[in-house]
């Protein structure tokens, strides 16, 4: 009688635990079968573990959040456009200018050295930054003084550039002799080193402007003035008349002609040892015979050349201001080669034409 009773409430324990087996059992198998289609409500309501992993899987399966995700990511950078600063040619309108061998200097002269007897013309009346081309008369000044080439000369931080923040690997401090100076600042267009041998001329840099002024006179450049010795400064300005002039007087000066041509050089500065290139490319071409020649480059100027080289039997004087592109000044140096070489007994000079 008393055992029945036992027996029953041992069976409904058991049952009971048995509910309670088979509902730990199904339950997560419910969860990750149809987690995606439960309520939001019902899926707060399970455990901690689904509440982090649902949104996980939202983000991997949902293009809205996907979007929603893009929208916060950071925002790319914009740079305004700064167009380039235009120069004085461009500015004065001298690239409208035409001429038959479609040149992109604005202003081009070419001359017979021994005639005088102008080839091609273009705006060659031209007043413009002249740019490193300063330099041509910086060395003629240099080396018509007769100063002694082997004198030490340091750079100071009165040479460092202050009109363009140009970068030199002279540093302050460094030592040169005046005739590596002038090697590097004909050759390299080195600045700091133009500037050190104006400023250790005898009198001063003051003195040293003035003597390229009065030399540029006593040449007959009416259009050429100078205010510091490198062509840093836009306001060193001249005409390509005036600069073929330049290159004519200068190419009979062997210092001058040795030096500018010379397709590199290596300096002791210190315990290192720099190498230092030509600015233009083809002194080393062996199809050229250049005699002398000076690039230079400033925005306002744009690309310029000058060259004494000899073509087809002729001596020529070349120059080219306001090039539009960095390497158009040598390729305007080839044109001209190829169509003299094409023509060798030229009998009239070819003209720039406006309106092209």
């Given at each position: 009688?008393?055992?029945?009773?036992?027996?029953?409430?041992?069976?409904?324990?058991?049952?009971?635990?048995?509910?309670?087996l088979s509902a730990a059992l199904v339950v997560p198998v419910a969860h990750s079968g149809e987690r995606t289609k439960a309520p939001a409500k019902k899926?707060?309501?399970?455990?901690?573990?689904?509440?982090?992993?649902?949104?996980?899987?939202?983000?991997?399966?949902?293009?809205?959040?996907?979007?929603?995700?893009?929208?916060?990511?950071?925002?790319?950078?914009?740079?305004?456009?700064?167009?380039p600063k235009q120069s004085f040619g461009q500015l004065a309108g001298l690239h409208e200018v035409g001429d038959p061998l479609d040149l992109k200097s604005?202003?081009?002269?070419?001359?017979?050295q021994d005639t005088n007897e102008v080839l091609l013309s273009k705006n060659d009346q031209a007043v413009l930054p002249i740019a490193s081309l300063t330099?041509?008369?910086?060395?003629?000044?240099?080396?018509?003084?007769?100063?002694?080439?082997?004198?030490?000369?340091?750079?100071?931080?009165?040479?460092?550039?202050?009109?363009?923040?140009?970068?030199?690997?002279?540093?302050?401090?460094?030592?040169?002799?005046?005739?590596?100076?002038?090697?590097?600042?004909?050759?390299?267009?080195?600045?700091?080193?133009?500037?050190?041998?104006?400023?250790?001329?005898?009198?001063?840099?003051?003195?040293?402007?003035?003597?390229?002024?009065?030399?540029?006179?006593?040449?007959?450049?009416?259009?050429?003035?100078?205010?510091?010795?490198?062509?840093?400064?836009?306001?060193?300005?001249?005409?390509?008349?005036?600069?073929?002039?330049?290159?004519?007087?200068?190419?009979?000066?062997?210092?001058?002609?040795?030096?500018?041509?010379?397709?590199?050089?290596?300096?002791?500065?210190?315990?290192?040892?720099?190498?230092?290139?030509?600015?233009?490319?083809?002194?080393?071409?062996?199809?050229?015979?250049?005699?002398?020649?000076?690039?230079?480059?400033?925005?306002?100027?744009?690309?310029?050349?000058?060259?004494?080289?000899?073509?087809?039997?002729?001596?020529?004087?070349?120059?080219?201001?306001?090039?539009?592109?960095?390497?158009?000044?040598?390729?305007?140096?080839?044109?001209?080669?190829?169509?003299?070489?094409?023509?060798?007994?030229?009998?009239?000079?070819?003209?720039?034409?406006?309106?092209?």
């Open positions: 009688m008393h055992h029945r009773p036992r027996a029953a409430v041992n069976r409904f324990f058991q049952l009971l635990g048995a509910v309670f899926l707060q309501a399970s455990s901690t573990n689904a509440k982090r992993a649902a949104p996980v899987r939202k983000v991997a399966a949902s293009p809205k959040t996907v979007r929603i995700t893009a929208k916060t990511a950071k925002a790319p950078t914009r740079v305004a456009f700064i167009p604005s202003v081009a002269l070419v001359v017979d330099k041509l008369m910086t060395g003629m000044i240099i080396s018509q003084a007769k100063l002694p080439m082997d004198e030490p000369i340091t750079i100071t931080q009165d040479d460092v550039d202050t009109e363009k923040g140009s970068r030199s690997r002279l540093l302050v401090g460094s030592t040169l002799t005046r005739g590596e100076m002038l090697h590097l600042a004909l050759m390299s267009s080195e600045n700091r080193a133009a500037h050190a041998l104006g400023r250790t001329y005898p009198g001063g840099l003051e003195v040293f402007v003035a003597l390229m002024n009065a030399k540029a006179r006593q040449l007959g450049m009416t259009d050429t003035r100078y205010v510091e010795p490198t062509g840093l400064s836009s306001r060193n300005q001249s005409s390509a008349r005036d600069l073929a002039v330049l290159v004519k007087v200068a190419h009979g000066d062997p210092l001058l002609r040795e030096l500018s041509t010379s397709p590199g050089y290596e300096v002791a500065v210190g315990p290192k040892t720099l190498q230092y290139n030509n600015t233009n490319g083809l002194v080393k071409n062996p199809t050229w015979d250049i005699g002398l020649q000076k690039t230079g480059y400033i925005s306002e100027a744009g690309r310029c050349l000058v060259m004494q080289t000899q073509i087809a039997g002729r001596k020529l004087i070349m120059v080219f201001l306001d090039s539009a592109g960095k390497f158009s000044r040598l390729g305007d140096a080839e044109r001209v080669r190829h169509w003299v070489e094409s023509m060798p007994s030229l009998t009239a000079p070819l003209q720039a034409r406006a309106g092209s």
